[in-house]
């Protein structure tokens, strides 16, 4: 029973908010509110995604609003731009999400091989990323002018822009690997028990690698989602999103502690949180009340999940 | 074991990665540390500059400006950014103080917050350098109690929001609803600008604010929030009030996703690049410039003008002053794209040209 409050309650608490809102305000219930909100989450979704990765270790990823500055920067000059001549296109994207890729590999490889506890290693990453998007930067903001990227944004497939799907593919694409493959099913069992793995011969550190590495080039996609958006290539790109996205885990029902949770539980929080931030606003709270509602609606959904489990996470920390 | 001198090795790595991107090319300049007040000669003057980084066009401007004066008097400017940290920014005071003659250093500062400008002043004083502060200050710490701290130059938020929101009002035919997005709520800069948008609405009231909520002046939660706006209110929305352009910029991106760009009025203040490029293709309305350019040069103009005896301190008044802004819509915006320093404007006797008043209580 408690197990199965664990698994469904979040999502039960996503169609609690979506129902209240729904009889409260006639336009949240508009197929237009629906693409604004998957709109809203696509983002975020593709960040909480490699936040979820890391988490099931166990451990933390604090390098998404470095390593999506720097990504940031570096897509908006290698794609047709204001400032430099490249215009690379798809290639630029895909190099950027390398970028990522290497960004992720970096706090990995500190993690492990330093043993610098993550939360070290991938703040010090965050900082190395907005030093290179401060160089890249220098002080001439660049303006996106690659017409393929920005249809990302506002171009429309049956309603719905192109990020929101390649966000959906993203998360698609993220749950088969960590349901089908070796590194998605050994980051489950790390996190749950990391030296039990070592003791049977699993060398853990390759696939705690791997999985920063995933998470970096999610935040490298993010960043050019992003910059697909704002049109142009901004350093702080991505400011307070690491919170946010470990915010939405958890809230979803992915364990800080590692071993508990994924892909699928991660985005029932990302929902949540974007469903709350646009239900409030058409609602009609009052803006000096929002985050104060917010945090409180936060707290109670993951106290109102936690709370079945209550006895056996004796220790919390 | 190895474990905390991992630890102690990233942190001292760290160190030196925070004090690399501080990007400090102090030259200290030896030579005797007692003289009278504006005594120094030109080429014994420090010039610093002080932002939080460079990694915006408005601050990245101003040290343009700060170098442009700089290379008028064949000084250069030291440039120094703290990232927002306020424990940094004093750290930064209190080294460059402590190198070289404090005496003939010229410190142009925006202070991180309110708060921070207290122990600036006060470290500027004791060692003796000359110092002007911009943006902020606490209401009763006054520049004309000190000798050395010539003085604080601020922009009125309430006129600005003001003139903005006229200029949107004229754009959509002085009658219909528009939306405001406001800036951090608890920061002065966001309650002055909205008491503007505010006093302006009520002059015209066939103007309707259909909704305010806050981004926190940030492009992305401008560019969520504007289309959520826009499923509220649809098209009763015929204008959108930003506190600042890169919310203005996330606004219309919204309406450009929703294929309402060019329809809805949009204005902003700051007059950042992505901004008067907008206006001047007719997207945006208007926005509001504090020619960060002048700002960063004028500071260390004044402090120039100080050590070497052309500008009397005491003499100055109002030492705490608004200085005057620009509203730049689509008739002056290329001025504006280029933005340049007039060196006339940093000659000793037009130092005080652009003073509109004093800060009240300043």
Redesign the interface.
């Known amino acids: 029973m408690a197990e199965r409050i664990q698994t469904y309650g979040p999502a039960a608490a996503l169609l609690a908010l979506v129902a209240v809102f729904a009889v409260l ?1 006639p ?1 949240f219930r ?1 197929l ?2 629906l693409q ?1 909100l998957l ?2 989450g696509a ?1 975020l979704a593709v960040v909480t995604i490699g936040a979820t990765y890391v988490l099931i270790l166990g451990c933390i990823d604090l390098s998404a609003a470095g390593v999506m500055g720097a990504c940031a920067l570096a897509v908006s000059l290698l794609v047709a731009n204001s400032r430099t001549a490249l215009d690379l296109g798809p290639l630029g994207v895909l190099l950027v999400v390398a970028l990522g890729a290497a960004f992720g590999c970096l706090s990995g490889v ?1 993690s492990v091989g ?3 506890p993550s939360f ?2 991938t703040l ?1 990453v965050s ?2 990323g ?2 290179v ?2 160089v890249l ?1 220098a ?3 660049p ?1 996106v002018s690659d017409p393929w990227l920005l249809q990302w ?2 171009g429309r497939w049956l309603g719905f ?1 192109r990020l929101t799907y390649l966000a959906l593919a993203t998360v698609a694409l993220a749950w088969l690997v960590q349901r089908y493959t070796r590194l998605g099913r050994y980051a489950l069992a790390i996190g749950g028990g990391e030296d039990i793995l070592r003791l049977s011969g699993i060398r853990v550190g390759r696939y705690k690698v791997a999985a920063f590495t995933l998470a970096g080039a999610c935040y490298g996609l993010a960043a050019v989602m ?1 910059t697909a ?4 290539g ?4 991505g ?1 307070g999103l690491s919170f946010a996205a470990i915010t939405a885990a958890v809230v979803g029902g992915t364990q800080l502690a590692g071993g508990r949770g994924g892909v699928a539980h991660s985005m029932v929080g990302v929902l949540i949180l974007t469903v709350l ?2 239900g409030l ?2 609602i ?1 709270v009052s ?2 009340a ?1 985050r104060a509602v917010q945090g409180v609606i936060v707290v109670f959904a993951v106290g109102a999940t936690l709370w079945p489990l209550r006895h056996r996470l004796e220790v919390v920390k | 074991m ?2 905390i001198r ?2 102690f ?2 942190l001292a ?2 160190t030196l ?2 004090a ?2 501080g990007g400090t090319d102090s030259t200290a300049s030896g030579g005797d540390t007692q003289k009278p007040d504006g005594a120094c000669k030109p080429e014994q003057i420090k010039l610093i500059g002080q932002v939080r ?5 408005y601050e ?2 101003w ?2 400006g700060g170098d442009e004066f700089a290379k008028k008097v064949n000084l250069t400017q030291q440039r120094l950014t703290y ?1 927002g940290e306020s424990a940094k920014q004093q750290e930064q005071i209190r080294q460059v103080l402590a190198s070289g003659d404090a005496r003939c250093t010229v410190l142009n500062v925006l202070p991180n917050g309110d708060s921070d400008t207290t122990p600036i002043v006060k470290q500027a004083q004791a060692a003796g350098a000359y110092l002007v502060t911009q943006w902020n200050k606490p209401a009763d710490l006054k520049p004309a109690d000190y000798d050395r701290w010539i003085a604080h130059i601020t922009y009125d938020g309430k006129d600005s929001g003001k003139q903005i929101a006229e200029a949107l009002i004229k754009a959509i035919g002085g009658s219909g609803g528009i939306v405001a997005l ?1 800036g951090i ?1 608890d920061t002065a800069a966001a309650k002055d600008r909205f008491a503007g948008l505010q006093a302006a609405l009520a002059e015209h009231p066939e103007v309707s604010l259909l ?4 981004a926190d002046f ?3 939660k401008a ?3 504007t ?6 209110h649809g098209d009763a929305i015929k204008g959108v009030w930003a506190a600042n352009d890169d919310m203005a ?2 606004a219309l ?1 919204a309406l ?2 929703a294929g309402k760009s060019g329809k809805v009025a949009v204005v902003g203040i700051d007059a ?3 901004a008067v ?1 907008a206006v001047q293709d007719g997207t945006m309305t208007a926005t509001i410039s504090s020619d960060g350019p002048w700002q960063g040069g004028i500071g260390l103009a004044m402090g120039y003008c100080a050590a070497t005896g052309q500008l009397n301190v005491a003499s100055v008044q109002p030492r705490a002053f608004y200085a005057k802004q620009f509203l730049v819509t689509k008739d002056n915006a290329p001025q504006f794209a280029t933005p340049k320093v007039d060196p006339a404007e940093f000659e000793c006797a037009n130092l005080f040209s652009r003073v509109t008043g004093p800060v009240a209580d300043g």
């Open positions: 305000s336009q508009t237009g509110n604004n709109d809203a983002v500190l330093l043993k610098v070290m290693t010090g900082a190395i907005l030093g998007a401060t930067f002080g001439v903001q303006t944004a506002s822009t992003i958006q704002l049109g142009s901004i350093v702080q790109a400011a931030a646009n606003v058409l009609g803006p000096y929002q | 190895t474990t991992a630890t090795a990233l790595a760290g990665l925070l690399a991107c980084n460079q990694t915006n066009p990245a401007a040290l343009q990232d406001q709520l909704d305010q909520q806050t940030d492009r992305a560019l969520t929030l289309k959520t706006l826009l499923t509220k910029l996330g991106q450009e996703a950042v690049p992505d490029k």
